[in-house]
């Protein structure tokens, strides 16, 4: 199977051919991937180089010009360094883009705590009008992509990962799909998470949401999941910083009794950066380390 970032350089470097208002600004990253597709359009392939202020001011440039830009570099070069570029770019400036990332959260634990940005969604939050996308296979990915680049005048950003479920999930438009039903709570699973979820809920009365999209928070799914539940005791798990949509699901659940644990990953710096593997264990993601969690914080019913 290929991984979310080789499907993001197939799937627009076609787009590219198709659609001469496409245009991909680049900073060194993944740039190897879209030689062929820079040969073919040298105007709308650009690659600024290690500067990632001016990739999103490129980006945003074009975007007045009517262009879509796709912007892309790891997440911590593309929301956390340029932010102010971010907010006003595009936001100020009442433009549309596309940000793609690459190894969001903890995917490159090589690199250190400079490469890792469990924060972006979060950080995103702080802006109005941001379509959010996490996909959790390379499937969705394209799928996602394609409705991103196609979204007419939108702001949308696309948090790619190395970490995938075993299968994807169909795209259907922005909601949350009920994966399996139960009545002792509500569990939400965001993007490659899916798999540890279902894992960790085996055997237990739980219903099972997955989200590939979390902003907008598809407030009308987790109310519905919450009225087919005898409780309205929800979990909330994130591939980006643990409480990242606490505030939005409580919104949702404004008229409703009830109580939402945020799980994620934590706010602790570790400085012993390891393997992915090792990192979801260390932020209590696995699904045994799920599991205990679920289980603590929900009706002991469901133990």
Known sequence: MD????????????LLDEDPRLALVLAEITMDGFLPAQRRHPDRVVNVGIREQLLVGVGGGLALTGMRPVVHTFASFLVER?????KLDFGHQGTGGVLVSASAGYDWPAGGFTHMAPGDVALLDTLDGW????????????????????????????????QSNTAPR?????RFQ????????VVLAVGPLLDNVLAAAEGLDL?????????????????????SSASADVVLVEPCLA????????NALADVPHRVLGLGVGRAELRRYGTIDEHTVAHGLDPRSLRARLTGFLHPGVR
């Open 3 to 14: 991984t979310m970032r080789e499907r993001f350089i197939s799937v627009t470097s076609r």
């Open 82 to 86: 340029p932010f102010e570029q971010v």
């Open 131 to 162: 379509t959010v996308h996490v996909p959790g296979h390379p499937d969705e990915a394209e799928a996602l992509l394609r409705h991103a680049y196609a979204a007419g005048d939108d702001k949308v950003y696309v948090r790619l990962s190395q």
């Open 170 to 174: 169909p795209v259907e438009g922005l």
């Open 178 to 185: 009920t994966v399996r039903e139960g009545r002792a709570g």
């Open 207 to 227: 219903t099972v949401l997955y989200a590939s999209t979390v902003r907008p928070f598809d407030d009308a799914a987790l109310r519905e999941a919450v009225r």
């Open 243 to 250: 409480g990242t949509s606490t505030a939005a699901a409580n």
